[in-house]
Nanobody, 124 residues
């Protein structure tokens, strides 16, 4: 089994920065992808960013491109989401997900393992 645990959420002002962390443990795979998704109140969950652990290839949603950066720490089995220039529309519950893959999936259904989510609130 795989455990996915997010941390780092909180309440900030517009323009501030925040870094989310996602630790993965349990079963290992030769190649896998880690993704961040978010769900705002009254909206469906949407893709934010993803990274393939083996290749380092990254993918971002257009809405966060240039403001958010996804990165990984191999030694800690942890993926990070650095969020800069936060806007009120970034307010959401952020979920980390993992899936065995050689690609960088952007679709929620492509991910097998999910964390419990962490709340990010941006006040304008």
């Amino acid at each position: 089994q795989v455990q996915v645990v997010e941390s780092g959420g909180g309440s900030v002002q517009a323009g501030d920065s925040l870094r989310l962390s996602c630790a993965v443990s349990g079963r290992t795979f030769s190649s896998y992808a880690m993704g961040w998704f978010r769900q705002a109140p009254g909206k469906e969950r949407e893709f934010v960013a993803a990274i393939n652990w083996s290749t380092g290839i990254r993918s971002y949603a257009a809405s966060v491109q240039g403001r958010f950066t996804i990165s990984r720490d191999n030694a800690k089995n942890t993926v990070y989401l650095q969020m800069n220039s936060l806007k009120s529309e970034d307010t959401a519950v952020y979920y980390c997900a993992m899936t065995p893959s050689v690609m960088v999936p952007r679709t929620e259904g492509d991910y097998n393992y999910w964390g419990q989510g962490t709340q990010v609130t941006v006040s304008s």
